[in-house]
């Protein structure tokens, strides 16, 4: 019969951390709460600490995390979990099934703001134009080619299915997805990008992946395309993205994500009128969503049961 635990999980972000600790569903006789809201205050509880549930906790104290035994990121992304100074012992986890509606919807909106013509008529309305030349267009009869299809990248293709597109994915093992009319492997990324109208990257940030979009890549698409980056920053050469930009070799890229964040005032991307900035908000943490994940998951590490959506280390997601 498995061990019934106690423990103590320290809750860590740098804004309303206390906000999502008051979402934590556990017997208060078996669990334990320290919040932090920087790492001083961090530091103070982190040798307690069992869990650490949190986003973008600092590497230097995990020396100081002697029972540190999970981690659960406050996101689907963890690439800034994975880091050398993480001991061996701890077991990685992700938040899943959280996500994928809310980036299906940005990423659909942006989509449809690009094919019913919305900046334009808003510019004409703006110089109270009449513009009956201008006319629409469907999603339906596009091609959406999504370049990473774990859970969010599958709900994407779900959404954009429904509303008549062709979905082309692309993915490490190329096996195929219901509802995806064919899977590349990464090593067939531009023979993918050259059938999209619009491409959507929402694959993890690793080492195969990093600069996975760059001029070659660009070439490859098709002058009417549109990039959608919701995954990574350094998924793109930047420099790259911008050549291709400014010379409309791409028709536009909707950006959610960059290099570096917040996207610096001076970065030419900003003033590109084919370019659309988010500061990182197609997928929302909010208090409300996000701890049913981790309430699941701490309820089976209460039980001694396997955790469920841990991250493999050493490939990185």
Known sequence: MAARRTATVLVYRQSEADAFAAHVRAPRDRVKIHVAASPDAAAKVVGEADVVWGWKFPPALYAKAPRLAWLETMGAGVDWALVTELPSRVTVTRAAGIFGPWMAEYTLGWCLRATQRMAEYREAQRARHWRADLMPDRLAGKTMVIVGLGEIGRTIARAARSLGMKIIGVSRSGRGAAGVSRVYRNAQLTRALAEGDFVVLI?????????????????????????????????????????????????????????????????????????????HIAGPDVPEELPAAFNANLTRYLAGRPLRHVVDRRRGY
């Open 203 to 279: 694959m993890p940030l690793t080492a195969a992946t990093r600069g996975i979009i760059g001029e070659r890549e660009l070439a490859a698409m098709k002058s009417s395309a549109w990039l959608v980056n919701i995954g990574r920053g350094p998924l793109v050469d930047e420099a790259a993205l911008v050549r291709a930009l400014t010379g409309k070799r791409i028709a536009g890229a909707v950006l959610d994500v960059f290099a570096t964040e917040p996207l610096p005032p001076e970065h030419p991307l900003w003033a590109l009128d084919n370019v659309v900035v988010t500061p």
